[in-house]
């Protein structure tokens, strides 16, 4: 089991506090949804979570192990692809497989990668195409892959789909669903950033609102086993529509706060 602990974390940059007191608790399996405006602290955190950067003070628990340090424990999704333009996608996969599973032969990888690709929704050409013949959203599916073929039980998503048009982004939001979804007996927890609120109410299970840094968490919400969203009660289920509202409220009256401080100061 991997549930994960988040306890007091506080962290800052250059003299200036990013993230204050932030504290949470998810259980193994969990799709946790860090919603929020740009630049509040949400990519900040989930660098926290990847072990790429250590906070000032509290801690962050995996079991009953601490956080300490990057990890193929926790696989990580960019917004930018993060694939080697000088390698075949089939290679970049291949390259990060070889530091998980030393002791499988190339061909063994290769059976898993392709294996990946197309669980994806790519077919067994794109394993020899380099990144740049690839469109933007078959690179994030090739990155997903990557992801997935590694096997982390812990997922991070940073804003992965925040530059694909609307018609991809809801295509491959459909597919990480489904591919969560299907592990049910080894389901992974996945932390996934985005400033969606529609996004946030889709994919989650739990869903965490940072305020304007430095940033707390400001609201929570838990969705029940039966109460997951889908597409269509995004627009006509009233309870949906209601949590929607209030999201977007949250989210708003924290900037104007935010603004009438800034004017007060100047």
């Known amino acids: 089991m991997h549930d994960i602990t ?4 506080m962290f800052s940059y250059d003299k200036e506090l990013i993230l204050e007191n932030i504290s ?7 799709f946790v949804c860090l919603l929020g405006q740009s630049g509040c602290g949400k990519s900040t955190f989930l660098r926290l979570m990847a072990g790429l950067s250590e906070p000032d003070s509290g801690n962050i628990l995996v079991g009953d192990n601490e956080l300490k340090g990057a990890s193929l424990d926790r696989g990580v999704v960019f917004q930018d692809y993060s694939l080697f333009p000088w ?18 032969s190339k061909k063994e990888l290769k059976k898993r990668a392709l294996y990946y690709l197309e669980r994806v929704g790519l077919d067994k050409a794109t394993f020899d ?15 997903i892959c990557r992801s997935f073929a590694l ?11 925040g530059a694909l048009d609307a018609v991809t982004r809801a295509k491959l939001q ?14 992974k927890t996945i932390f996934f950033v ?11 299970t739990k869903i965490f609102v940072f305020g304007s840094s430095p940033s707390k968490i400001i609201y929570t919400h838990s969705f029940g086993d039966e109460e997951k969203v889908d597409r269509d009660s995004l627009f006509n289920n009233k309870e949906i529509l209601d949590l929607r509202n209030k999201l977007i409220h949250i989210i708003n009256k924290d900037i104007e706060e935010k603004i009438n401080l800034k004017e007060i100061i100047i």
Do not use: C
């Open 129 to 143: 195409k380099y990144p740049n013949e690839l469109s933007g959203g078959m690179r994030q599916r090739s990155a």
């Open 6 to 9: 988040v306890k007091n974390i």
């Open 24 to 30: 949470m608790k998810i259980d193994s399996g969990d």
């Open 87 to 104: 390698l075949t996608t089939g290679k970049n996969i291949i390259l990060s497989l070889q530091q998980k599973f030393k002791n499988e």
């Open 194 to 204: 985005t400033h969606d609120v529609d996004e946030a109410l889709l994919l989650s």
């Open 174 to 187: 459909d597919m990480v669903l489904d591919l969560w979804r299907k592990d049910k007996e080894n389901r």
């Open 151 to 161: 096997d982390p039980p812990i997922l991070l998503m940073d804003e992965p789909f």
